[in-house]
């Protein structure tokens, strides 16, 4: 028997579902939602699309139970995204209910080391050859005594 036998089969009440996209007219679950409800023209997911009849009453106007295939319901307390294709999943699931892939990660590849600084070149500087200019200090020295002779004797002078 297979997955579209088992839908059609058993006395479950089928919904007609016109997707948004191209038109195409699709029939689903009524009673839940399937990974399986996509378009089959375009692959637009028809959880999200109204049903075109609908054999349970729209009395509260409250159409989230249709929405999403793996976290539908009006009891879902929080999901968790598959990380394969990001489908909504009870927190529970073990296999993603759109892509049946693992929701577990694998595990992050390990990050390579960093690579090794650069060296460090250092440029020893020579010591400064001497300019053969006389020593600052001598030239201070100098200039200021010449300078207080030249302001006495000007001072006797006058």
Known sequence: MTNLDERQGAGVDDLDVTCPECGTV?????????????CPTCDYPLFWARPSSSPVPDEDGDDARWRAPGASGALTASTL???????????????CVRCG??????????????????????????????????????????????????????????
Request: aromatic share 4%; hydrophobic share 45%.
């Open 26 to 38: 699709t029939r689903v679950r009524a009673d839940r939602r399937l990974a399986s409800d996509f």
């Open 101 to 158: 892939s693992s929701m577990t990660p694998p595990p992050a590849p390990a990050e390579p080391p960093p690579p090794a600084p650069a060296p460090v070149v250092v440029v020893q500087q020579a010591p400064p050859e001497p300019c053969g200019h006389p020593d600052t200090w001598l030239v201070v020295t100098l200039t200021a005594v010449i300078t207080a002779t030249l302001t006495l004797a000007l001072v006797w002078l006058l």
């Open 81 to 95: 995204a598959c990380p394969a294709c990001a489908e909504l999943n009870v927190p529970t699931a073990v296999r």
